[in-house]
Each structure stands twice: as C-alpha cells, then as structure tokens.
C-alpha cells in the first residue's frame, strides 16, 4: 500500500514549483542564448552544418572510446566481444567522420532527406488507413514532412550546405523561445510566493 496522499504529492509539487520561482532568470537566460545561437546558425547555416557534423563525429568518437574502455573493465562478461567490437566502430565511424566532414555532411543530408521522406509517408498512409481521431492533422504533417524531405533531396547535393545548420537553428530558436515563456511565466507568481 503506498504511503503516498494527495496532501503530500501536492506539498512536493508546491516545493518543486518553489524551486523553479527562484531560478526563472536562468531559465530566461538560457532561452535568450538558444535564441541567440539559433540565429546564428540560420545567418551561417553552412559553418553550423559542418560544426555540428564534426561534433556528432567527436562524440562518436567518445563514445567509442568509452566502450572500448568498458569493455576491458568488464573482461569476464560474455558479451566483451561484442562490446568491444561496437565501442571500435564507433571509434572508427567518429574519426572518419572527424576527417572528411565536408562529404559527411552530404551524406547526412542526404539520409536526412530520405529519413523525412519515409517518415513522411508512414504519416500519410497510417492517417489515411486508420482514420483515427484528429487524422487530418497527422495526415498534413505527413504531407509537409514529405515535401521537405523531397524538396532537400532535389536540391541536393547544394542542400547540404544549410539544411542541418538551418534545421539546428531553427530548432534552438523554438526551444530558446519555450525556456523564455517558462520563465517568464513562472516570475510573476515568485512575488506571490
């Protein structure tokens, strides 16, 4: 049986709540430098698609090199093998993507275009065949989702040069602007409290 009440989850919420009132700025401030990098990488799509794939390809690489490491600490293990073996590839795949990252950034393009082509076109069909509640919504986000992952497959192989730098951007600049409005909508209430 738990011991849980409604009185005692509320007090912890209420404390939670507390907590996030006498930090607001922080989360303003985090959603003004999302908002700021964001612009950034929309102004300078294609320094963000090449900085970003050398990141993916450095943490890879990290990754990599922590499997291989664990592994060995994990000698017994029946799966040492494996370990080892997936820790070393991605070690292999985070270089080769640390070294040519101009190229890799086509490919990711392009599999990104594919990517958003075939999810697209799961929506259309699942909307269309189940017919469930609110399908027409789903079925227009397959549809544009389809549409943006053909429009950057034909613009390929120029497409590479911004489309994940423009997408990163664009993402940073909706989450910068979620972070303000939660800060921002828990400021007032830090007086009251």
Request: proline share 3%.
């Amino acid at each position: 049986m738990s011991t849980d009440s409604p009185a005692v989850a509320a007090t912890e919420k209420l404390h939670e709540l507390h907590q996030l009132r006498e930090h607001w700025w922080a989360f303003l401030a985090l959603g003004i430098a999302l908002i700021v990098i964001g612009s950034i990488c929309i102004i300078h799509p294609c320094v963000a698609s090449v900085a970003s794939v050398v990141l993916f390809g450095f943490l890879l690489l990290g990754g990599g090199i922590a499997q291989i490491l664990s592994s060995f600490l994990a000698a017994r293990w029946s799966g040492t093998l494996m370990h080892l073996f997936v820790g070393v590839l991605y070690g292999i795949v985070g270089f080769m993507i640390i070294d040519a990252p101009a190229e890799n950034t086509l490919l990711l393009t392009k599999i990104l275009a594919i990517f958003l082509m075939v999810v697209g076109l799961i929506d259309i069909l699942s909307s269309l065949m189940q017919r469930f509640h609110g399908w027409g919504w789903v079925l227009l986000n397959g549809g544009v989702t389809f549409l943006l992952g053909l429009l950057i497959n034909r613009q390929w192989p120029s497409s590479a040069l911004w489309v994940i730098g423009l997408f990163i951007g664009i993402e940073m600049i909706f989450n910068g602007w979620s972070w303000i409005m939660l800060g921002l909508g828990i400021k007032p209430h830090a007086k009251a409290a």
